[in-house]
């Protein structure tokens, strides 16, 4: 067998490299020792996954709890308060995730904490209320998302409409903010049914007490007897009411879709421009159906077939609905492809559709090179017909 031949010699600038090469180790930094520092740095700092335990399970109210995830003693990735972590869990066989906000601050580095509210018949959330317990461990992903104060753009005046457990990303801004004394006006408007539904109560009249800066207001929609407080729902009303300068305020959505789109036309209707709105939604998978663009000859339980090329060159071939997002049928089935946000954002979940037809409403943010070239994004992709889809 005749050698390889080296072309590097060809190659235009090679010599002057290799000059370089050498001057730098025998004179300066040979680099090659650091080599994977870097790497091991920025995995420190946005690592793939995490293995967290459970530390301690902290009841808020009859239908939500607080994990307290710890990293055995070690230092957790910084995070930006309002960002959420991954929860991946294995139930009865299927491997499936759920995004939760982490409500801590990341100003103590020891913990997150997720709050975690009872979604009714909700694959996860029971799962981790009824399941998990202290000294447990969860895997999860780093800190992602992109709903978080950005001083450069969002000035001092801050607003935050929170809707049920949708406050959880607002309470670690609220205790990062009060606790770094920052200059900063901020007022919560939280939405709930009753007081006995509010999360944080305490803490957060204790805050509004030590801090001037920050003030609270609850909202009831379906108020106890003896409930104090404010009743209704977060609307233009209450805004104009309660917010001194709407024009320079950047407000933030946290909620339940219906409320984050009730909340948003409210916004509108009083002129505040769009970009002045931040938005993070709970999204439940059968939101959709609400959606006038759902089409209305497509029944959610109608059946469809979705057959799979995996990258062994095997085809799986599984059984779902309409209703069911792409994604969640992949899981049951067994396959697990990268996921977090499952509000068809973060786009890791995309995955290539070489035949049939999907819905995916506009929340889902799907560049136009991908919807030209077949790609969805399978968490918020739902079959209207037989799709054929390839999986890396
Ligand atoms: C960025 C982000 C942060 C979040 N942070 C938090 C947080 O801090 N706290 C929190 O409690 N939640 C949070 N959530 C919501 C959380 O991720 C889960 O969506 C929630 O816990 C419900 O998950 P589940 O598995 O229990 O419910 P799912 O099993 O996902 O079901 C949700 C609902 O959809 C219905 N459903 C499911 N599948 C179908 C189907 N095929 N057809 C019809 N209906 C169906 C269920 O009956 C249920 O009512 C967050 C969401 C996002 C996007």
């Known amino acids: 067998m005749s050698a390889r031949k080296d072309i590097r010699e060809e190659l235009k600038g090679y010599q002057e490299i290799k000059k370089e090469m050498e001057i730098c180790q025998k004179y300066g930094r040979d680099y090659r020792t650091q080599r994977g520092l870097k790497a091991a740095i920025i995995d420190r700092l946005h690592p793939r996954q995490l293995e967290l335990t459970v530390s301690e399970i902290i009841p808020e109210n009859a239908n939500t709890k607080t994990l307290r995830l710890t990293a ?46 009872r979604v009714k018949d909700g694959f996860v959330s029971n799962y981790l209320l009824d399941e998990v317990k202290a000294g447990d461990t969860l895997i999860t992903s780093g800190p992602l998302g992109n709903f978080y104060y950005n001083p450069l753009f969002h000035g001092t005046k801050l607003v935050f409409l929170a809707g049920g457990t949708g406050i959880t990303p607002f309470m670690s801004m609220i205790r990062t903010f009060t606790d770094q004394n920052l200059d900063l006006d901020l007022l919560l408007l939280y939405g709930c049914r009753s007081v006995k539904d509010a999360l944080f109560l305490q803490e957060l009249k204790e805050r509004a007490e030590r801090h001037p800066n920050f003030k609270f207001e609850l909202v009831l929609s ?53 970009r002045s709105i931040r938005r993070e939604a709970f999204t439940s998978p059968n939101d959709v159906f609400y959606d006038p663009a759902w089409p209305k000859n497509v029944s959610p339980d109608q059946p469809v077939i979705l057959t799979v090329q995996r990258p062994s060159g095997e085809t799986v071939t599984i059984q779902t609905q309409a209703g069911e997002p792409v994604l969640t049928a992949l899981e049951k089935a067994g396959l697990t492809i990268p996921n977090a946000c499952r509000t068809g954002e973060c786009s890791l979940c995309r995955i290539k559709m070489t035949a049939g037809e999907v819905f995916q409403p506009s929340t889902a943010l799907v560049r136009q090179s991908d919807r030209l070239l077949g790609y969805i994004h399978s968490c918020r992709a739902y079959p209207l017909t037989d799709l054929t889809l390839v999986i890396q």
């Open 72 to 117: 055995s003693g070690r230092a957790l990735p910084p995070f930006l308060p309002g960002q959420y972590i991954s929860v991946t869990v294995q139930i009865d066989g299927v491997r499936t995730s759920r995004p939760y906000s982490i409500s801590s601050s990341p100003t103590q580095t020891a913990y997150y904490d997720i709050t975690v509210g």
């Open 222 to 274: 379906e108020p106890d007897p003896d409930d104090q407080g404010r009743t209704g729902l977060i609307d233009a009303n209450v805004i104009k009411e309660l917010v001194d300068d709407i024009g320079g305020s950047t407000f933030y959505i946290c909620g339940p879709s219906a409320m984050q789109k009730f909340c948003t036309g409210q916004l509108e209707s009083l002129g505040v421009r769009r």
